[in-house]
């Protein structure tokens, strides 16, 4: 199985700060990487897919990028509605593996 | 609107079994191939299975294989999921998902349809 390694696990961040995840896949899965949000008590929401794409309705705040092994998430301004945990997930390989989470709390 | 609504999650003892169901509505439920992902408490996601549109090709966890099957109806817009031999590790939210695209179970563009979730417990 591919592992997806996310970090950080968790991170501190003021509304306005730019915050970057990253994701680390074990091998190569060329583009096939999508990213989810998740808050408490609620179902994921896709964000981005294929590695940059942006999913309809998402605000442009969001960005990803990378391929092959390594990817990132961006956030260039938090909002206060952005405070949730963050999932990677690859399509390249089964079983399709999703990473292991990123919280993102208020500072 | 575009919905997922599942239900059959509840209390089941250790070897026992549970079917779940996810009735969609608001799309083309025909058009789509669709999954199960689960999430145990205060734990990250996990893939469960995948079912091909017509039903003629499913995937399936490796710590499920055997245990576990998905079907559809799609006269009734539904997937289901049967797990048989349940144990503790199973106890999840269960999720009942979209696949985005036509490229199907890999090289997709992700699940962009979920649902609310129903829950497994799995203790005696």
């Known amino acids: 199985d591919i592992q997806m390694t996310q970090s950080p696990s968790s991170l501190s961040a003021s509304v306005g700060d730019r915050v970057t995840i990253t994701c680390r896949a074990s091998?190569?899965?060329?583009?096939?990487l999508n990213w989810y949000q998740q808050k408490p008590g609620k179902a994921p929401k896709l964000l981005i897919y294929t590695s940059f794409t942006l999913e309809g309705g998402v605000p442009s705040r969001f960005s990803g990028s990378g391929s092959g092994t390594d990817f990132t998430l961006t956030i260039t301004s938090l909002q206060p509605e952005d405070f949730a945990t963050y999932y990677c997930?690859?399509?390249?390989?089964?079983?399709?593996?999703f990473g292991g989470g990123t919280k993102v709390e208020i500072k | 609107e575009v919905q997922l609504v599942e239900s059959g999650g509840g209390l089941v003892q250790p070897g026992g079994s549970l079917r779940l169901s996810c009735e969609a509505s608001g799309f083309k439920f025909t058009s789509y191939w669709m999954t199960w992902v689960r999430q145990a408490p205060g734990k990250g996601l996990q893939w469960v299975a995948t079912?091909?549109?017509?039903?003629?090709?499913?995937y399936y966890l490796g710590s499920v294989q055997g245990r576990f099957s998905i079907s559809r109806d799609n006269a009734r817009n539904s997937l289901y999921l049967q797990m048989n031999s349940l144990r503790d590790d199973d106890s999840a939210v269960y999720y009942c998902?979209?696949?985005?695209?036509?490229?199907?179970?890999?090289?997709?563009?992700?699940?962009?349809?979920w649902g609310q979730g129903t829950a497994v417990t799995v203790s005696s």
């Open positions: 998902a979209r696949i985005k695209g036509e490229r199907g179970y890999l090289y997709s563009q992700g699940m962009d349809v």
């Open positions: 091998r190569s899965i060329a583009s096939y």
């Open positions: 997930q690859q399509t390249y390989n089964t079983p399709p593996t």
């Open positions: 079912m091909k549109q017509d039903g003629s090709e499913r």
